[in-house]
């Protein structure tokens, strides 16, 4: 009678290919959620910016939006970004009777992956290197 079944060389060769196939496979998932989490974020950013912007032409300010007052989120009546509440991103509002600043810290999973900020000027910077300096190519958010 003849025993079936795998031998340790067979199993060994099924344990490398899946080895290579995940050191490839893992690193490109990840570079696609983060693209779409920052996409996400992109998406918050704006309708915060239209809830300011219907905030300031009711009321011609822009202070009032965040009531926690400067380095606070955006008050929740005036936008809920999802990203916040995934805990992916902390966004901070800035704001002034006439302009205001957003900016979105990353957090969670998605820490070191490049802070986003947004202005009532509509200027857009993903700071990719978290360095504070806007280094060639930083100056919108695109991917680079």
């Not at 990840?30 to 300011?52: P, V």
């Not at 300010?61 to 989120?73: F, I, K, Q």
């Not at 992956?113 to 200027?123: D, K, M, V, Y």
């Not at 993903?126 to 695109?142: C, F, K, P, Q, Y």
Request: charged share 15%.
């Amino acid at each position: 009678m003849k025993a079936s079944g795998f031998t340790l060389i067979e199993l060994m060769i099924a344990v490398a290919i899946f080895a290579v196939v995940s050191s490839i496979a893992i690193p490109l998932y990840t570079q696609y959620s983060e693209r779409g989490f920052r996409t996400e974020l992109t998406a918050d950013l704006m309708n915060c910016a239209q809830a300011m912007e219907r905030f300031n032409a009711i009321n011609f300010t822009y202070v009032g939006t965040n009531t926690g007052g400067d380095d606070t989120p955006p008050d929740v009546g005036v936008c809920n970004p999802s990203s916040v509440q995934a805990g992916r991103y902390a966004i901070t509002a800035v704001t002034t009777a006439n302009t205001f600043v957003l900016t979105a810290e990353p957090a969670g999973s998605m820490t070191d992956t490049g802070h986003l900020t947004l202005s009532q000027t509509g200027a857009r910077i993903w700071d990719e290197n978290n360095n504070n300096v806007d280094d060639a190519g930083e100056s919108d958010w695109h991917e680079g």
